[in-house]
Structures are given as C-alpha cells and as structure tokens.
C-alpha cells in the first residue's frame, strides 16, 4: 500500500514563514532599490553642485579676462592717444622748423643777379659793390640739390615728405623726362598709405631713379629703397634694412580708427596684398622666402639683403661733382644761354652708381 503525500494538507505556520520570507526579500528589494536611487540623486546632485561651481569659477574666469582685456584696452588708447600727441608735437616742431628753414627766394636773390635785398638797401652800399659782386648768383644749398635732382628722406615717411616728395619727382620729371634722380634715404618707417604713395609716383616718373639707403632704412623705408630702378639700388657699408609686416603706423591709425565699413577694411588688406606682391615680383624671390621674412622684423644687413635682391649694390661711390649738380650761375633764369650754351643742355650728362 502506497501513501499519497500530496493529499496531507500543508501545515499553516510554513505557509506564512513563506510570505514573510518573500515580503522581507521584497522589502529588501526596496530598500535597496531606495538606497540605489538615492545614492543616484546625490551623486546628481554632487554633479550639479560640481557644475554649478565650474560655471561660476568659468563666469569668475571670464569676468577677470574682459577686465584684464579692458584693461589693456585702456592702456593701449592710452598709448595710442600718447603716440598721436607726441606725433602731433613732432609733426608741429617739425613744420615751424621748416617754416624757420624755408629759404627765401627774394631775400637771397634767387632770381636776381643782384645782392639779395635787405644787405646794404641804400644807394651808399649799392654802390659800394664791386661788378663781379653785383652779378654774383646767390644760390642756397637746397636749390641746388634739388634742381641737382637729388632728392632726401632722412626723417618717417608721413604726410609732408611725401608730398613734397612726390611734388619735386613730378615737377623735375617734366622738365626734363630723361634725366635721372638720386634719392637718398635713411627712413626708418612711416604710414603704410604714404609709403605706397611715394612708390607709385616713382614707377610713374619716366626717368631712371637711383636709391641710395644710408643708416637704417625699416618698414616703408626699406620698401621705397627696393623700389628704385633695378641694377640702381645700392646702400653703404654701414647701412641696414628691416623689413616687415606692413601696419599702420600712428598717422594711419587716427585717421583709420573709426573702420566701419567693409569697403575700408577691404582696402587695407588690399594694400598689404600689394606690398607682398610687389616685394616678390621686384626681387624675384619665392613666396615662401618673403613672407617668412615679413613675420615678424627681420634685420638684414648689405650683403643679405643684396642676396634676395632688396639692393643691387653696396656702395655709393661715383657721385662726383660732375653728375647732376649744375645750376643758376650766371643768370635768372636756368634756361637762359651761358657761353653760347643753354644751361638744361649742359645737365644732359647723367651719371649712374656702378652696377
């Protein structure tokens, strides 16, 4: 005989054991599911805490730069406001010393054969004067050169210089279009615009240009020296070149500081555009070369910058007194005949630096 346990009924206390045992386990489940989700919303709220304080530490970061840029914002106005007066001040001593210069052409008699008036007005002293003294050509050293056609820069290339400049070029290009120019240069920069100015003018006159750099010749100084006629650029033993990114210098900036229209913006790139390719059109040289020497400020001395063909020769020899130098001996006006000759015929003889 066979029993059949399936038939015993289940004792009552094992059947709550169980359901106590599965609410503790569910409980546990809770319990640590809770646990589980809080630990969560702390390590979110640590994670918001972190993030807030690094967007407060970036915001403290930020507020500290555009006050350091503000700063040197300030500070740069401030220098440029210093440059522009002490531009100013230059600019201002500088005219009154030309105005002080600027010689007189009544009162030296350049256009008088006759002592210059204000010397011995009366009868008397007029009469005191010998022949030859009387036709003695009073000529200042500044006529001479300049009808000599020798021209200087010897000072920034701003707005009076180069208009002046460009005014001789043009004028003595008329007057005679074969006969050449020396011009002498020890520029050490100067407004981008002027630069550019000067250079175009001496691609326009017909004459031959030779530039002759002495000292230090630095930004568009060393541009309008490279710019003379090829085979007539030279610069003496002791001089130097520095050549540059083209900026804009002091004059430039106060009248270029309210930029506002893309038109403007455009027309300064443009022009840097044109210095780099001048330069690598004029010397011949590759792209690359020039423009790792326009990074940054690049000193060359003679022989480098002969190598990559800023100049062609190094040395001023052959200027004697027999080149362009002639002028106004004996008479008022330079075209007027002297032995049988017209004095612009005796300029014809023209002399060049050894190439």
């Known amino acids: 005989m ?55 530490e970036e ?5 500290e730069e555009e006050e350091e840029e503000e700063e040197e914002e300030e500070e740069a106005k401030k220098e440029e406001e210093q440059e522009e007066e002490e531009y100013d001040e230059k600019e201002q001593e500088e005219q009154e010393q030309e105005q002080q210069e600027q010689p007189s052409y009544e009162a030296h008699g350049f256009f008088s054969r006759d002592a210059p008036q204000g010397q011995g007005s009366s009868s008397e002293e007029k009469s005191s004067y010998s022949e030859a003294e009387k036709q003695t050509n ?40 074969t006969k050449g120019f020396f011009f002498f240069l020890s520029c050490r920069g100067g407004g981008m615009i002027q630069g550019i100015a000067v250079y175009d003018v001496m691609q326009f006159v017909t004459a031959d240009i030779s530039t ?26 002791n ?53 790792y020497l326009l990074e940054r400020d690049i000193y060359l001395q003679p022989e480098e910058a002969k190598k990559v063909n800023l100049i062609d020769d190094i040395t001023v020899e052959g200027l004697d007194d027999s080149t362009n130098l002639s002028l106004f001996y004996n008479h008022k ?23």
């Open 2 to 56: 066979s029993l059949n346990l399936g038939n015993i009924p289940k004792v009552p206390y094992e059947q709550g054991a169980k359901k106590q045992k599965k609410e503790e386990k569910e409980k546990d489940q809770e319990n640590q599911e809770n646990q589980e989700n809080q630990e969560e919303q702390e390590e979110e709220e640590e994670e918001e805490e972190e993030e807030e304080e690094e967007e407060e």
């Open 212 to 237: 002759i750099g002495y000292g230090l010749n630095a930004s568009m100084g060393a541009f309008v020296l490279h710019g003379g006629t090829v085979s007539k650029r030279a610069v003496s033993e």
């Open 239 to 291: 001089a130097r070149v520095m050549i540059h990114q083209p900026r804009m210098s002091p004059y430039d900036r106060r009248h270029y500081s309210g930029i506002e229209s893309s038109s403007d913006v455009a027309n300064m790139n443009r022009l840097r555009t044109y210095v780099l390719e001048t330069y690598i059109r004029r010397t011949g040289e590759d792209h690359e070369l020039i423009e």
């Open 138 to 177: 009073w000529v200042e050293l500044y006529y001479r050169l300049f009808f000599g056609r020798y021209i200087f820069l010897g000072r920034p290339l701003e707005k009076q210089p180069a208009d002046q400049i460009m005014k001789s070029m043009i004028y003595l290009n008329q007057e005679d279009k």
């Open 333 to 355: 006006d330079y075209f007027a005949p002297i032995n049988g000759k017209h004095l612009d015929e005796s300029l014809l003889t023209t002399h060049t630096l050894p190439c």
């Open 59 to 63: 915001e403290e970061e930020e507020e």
